[in-house]
């Protein structure tokens, strides 16, 4: 392929990718607008009935309607008929992604997750040049898309621990087990595990005041709280034993993990098991690589790496952690053995560190 024939493929990469982005925008206005649900719980709808149906302005949401029946993710059953006479509905096999939260197929969030980026990008491009981690960003307006709530709440206990013998045992077993859950987010994890073993005791810790206050929400709205219990702490503020600590899809996103993964291994039970679940990433660099590969580098350079970049000791992981960079982190942490676990988890890895 020649030169001019390079660029006019990169060229169309870049509409693509354009359209594809401004698809996302639209994908985070029906979600925070409950455009997708309405359709999906009320079925097929004007501009004016869906407008009234959720509280919204008829010109608007026509113009969003035709823009999503364009990139086919609503279907219109005619579309020669006048503008306002034209009827949209959502797909059967679109619900689950767009609409239905309790879906492990529910994707929606996916226009908050990329809308919260944008607004973080002129901050990153002064980071770049000096060095530092952008300012955080601030809970409101729509707070933190619950991403992995369903995906956790069908498969964490009630899949991938189970398939990890030793720990499911522990677990499933009296006395009690105590789990400590680290980077537990919006508690969905600390919650799944809860619910999938009625005896355990699982306590959550996170360093952002306003996620662990949502967390002890989600809890009491689940019925677990009694034996569910949240910090806004570090691990530092770790005390007591624990029979299995846990790290879901977090570790990368610590600014110093081996004192993390110490500060595990302080508190951990004899016998005892961490569980790590981080991005499923190539063992090495390569180049061009998977979509899965390119998809976590998006992130780690607006998003991940940027997170820890304040601290002036960060390890500066980024979300391509590899299976290499764990096992250093495990061992100067003091554990003796990482086991690869088999689990099946998309894209997800497992580890069990062992002391």
Do not use: K
């Not at 061009?288 to 998003?303: C, D, F, I, R």
Request: with cysteine; aromatic share 8%.
């Amino acid at each position: 392929m020649g030169a001019d024939a390079d660029a006019a493929a990169l060229g169309q990469r870049m509409l693509r990718n354009m359209a594809g982005a401004l698809e996302l925008y639209t994908v985070y206005l029906g979600e925070r607008l409950g455009l997708y649900s309405a359709l999906a719980d009320s079925g097929p709808a004007t501009s004016a009935e869906l407008a009234a149906r959720t509280g919204t302005t008829e010109r608007y949401v026509r113009e969003w309607l035709e823009q999503q029946a364009a990139s086919g993710l609503v279907a219109v059953d005619d579309p020669a008929a006048a503008p306002r006479e034209r009827r949209f509905s959502l797909p059967a096999g679109h619900a689950a992604v767009m609409a239905d939260r309790n879906d492990v197929r529910y994707r929606a969030f996916n226009g908050t997750e990329i809308a919260r980026a944008a607004r973080s990008l002129p901050d990153l491009v002064d980071a770049f040049r000096s060095g530092s981690a952008p300012p955080p960003q601030p809970w409101a307006p729509e707070g933190r898309p619950d991403y992995n709530r369903a995906t956790f709440l069908h498969l964490l206990g009630r899949s991938w621990l189970p398939s990890i013998s030793a720990v499911d045992e522990r677990l499933r077993a009296s006395p009690a087990a105590t789990v400590a859950d680290l980077a537990c987010g919006a508690g969905w994890s600390s919650i799944a595990i809860a619910l999938a073993y009625p005896l355990a005791h699982v306590d959550g810790f996170d360093l952002d005041e306003d996620v662990i206050a949502a967390a002890r929400r989600n809890a009491a709205e689940a019925g677990v709280a009694g034996r569910v219990t949240f910090f806004a702490a570090s691990a530092d503020g770790m005390s007591g034993r624990y029979d299995v600590v846990t790290i879901i899809e977090g570790l990368h996103d610590m600014a110093r993990p081996v004192a993390v993964l110490r500060a595990a291994r302080r508190v951990l039970a004899s016998p005892g098991w961490v569980v790590v679940a981080d991005e499923l990433v190539e063992d090495e660099f390569t180049a061009p690589a998977s979509l899965l590969e390119q998809y976590n580098y998006g992130w780690s350079v607006v998003g991940c790496l940027p997170a820890v970049m304040g601290d002036p000791h960060t390890a500066a992981t980024g979300a391509v952690m590899r299976p290499s960079t764990l096992r250093r982190y495990a061992s100067e942490a003091g554990f003796d053995d990482v086991e690869v676990l088999p689990v099946t988890a998309d894209t997800l890895r497992f580890y069990l560190l062992n002391r």
